[in-house]
């Protein structure tokens, strides 16, 4: 079982930058896939990336390659997204969730999800 708690949400301008950041309890983080998912308004939950238990392989949705940057710190149970040249369109609820399969593949069935934080891009 693992914990998983978001932050670092908030609003900005369009153009401008965020952090979150997803802290995982439990001592078997590294042994866990990550990802990142959001869900606007009225809209289904969509995939953002994800990534290796090592950091090794990432893949990215489409609409935010290049613009946003996941990362992984096993030492501190932490996952990231840092996210530039943020969008009007990319206001959602931001959610990390955690992965048990062996194998990194898309579309990787995830576990356990966070609360979710806000983000909210204003134009």
């Known amino acids: 079982q693992v914990q998983l708690v978001e932050s670092g949400g908030g609003s900005v301008q369009a153009g401008g930058s965020l952090r979150l950041s997803c802290a995982a309890s439990g001592r078997t983080f590294s042994s866990y896939a990550m990802g990142w998912f959001r869900q606007a308004p009225g809209k289904e939950r969509e995939f953002v990336a994800q990534i290796s238990t090592t950091g090794g392989s990432i893949y990215y949705a489409d609409s935010v390659k290049g613009r946003f940057t996941i990362s992984r710190d096993n030492a501190k149970n932490t996952v990231y997204l840092q996210m530039n040249s943020l969008k009007p369109e990319d206001t959602a609820v931001y959610y990390c969730?955690?992965?048990?399969?062996?194998?990194?593949?898309?579309?990787?069935?995830?576990?356990?999800w966070g609360q979710g934080t806000q983000v909210t891009v204003s134009s």
């Open positions: 969730a955690a992965s048990r399969s062996p194998r990194f593949i898309r579309p990787l069935s995830f576990d356990y």
